[in-house]
């Protein structure tokens, strides 16, 4: 029973990238704002401007979606994107230039 509730398939990362205008004082606020929101929400910084969230379903996914639509700035870029803990698995990260350095990223089941 505990295989099918922890399902790859099942268990959802929350992406939010985003390009926020800093150039005046009010703005720079509204992105510190946004990225805050995130964090409180219980996303984490991926990269400076990707946070992500691991959700337990699609439904809890849902949910954090809903969150970040309604905190949206006035101005600028945001995209939400939702992988998969499978899909997640199969992410590559490269922390230099070289191909040889990548990192394959654990999925859920990769760390239990």
């Not at 295989?3 to 985003?18: D, G, N």
């Not at 809890?60 to 600028?76: C, F, I, N, S």
């Not at 992988?83 to 990548?102: I, N």
Request: hydrophobic share 40%; net charge positive.
């Amino acid at each position: 029973m505990r295989a099918k509730r922890l399902s790859e398939y099942r268990i959802m990362w929350v992406f939010v990238f985003f390009d926020l205008p800093t150039g005046t004082p009010k703005e720079r606020k509204a992105a510190t704002s946004f990225r805050q929101e995130l964090l409180k929400d219980g996303f984490t910084m991926f990269q400076y401007s990707i946070y992500m969230r691991h959700c337990a379903s699609m439904e809890q996914a849902q949910t954090h979606l809903r969150r970040v639509k309604a905190m949206l700035p006035d101005e600028g870029e945001v995209v939400i994107m939702t992988l998969t803990d499978k899909q997640f698995g199969m992410m590559e990260h490269f922390s230099s230039r070289k191909p040889t350095d990548a990192v394959q990223l654990p999925g859920l089941f990769d760390m239990l």
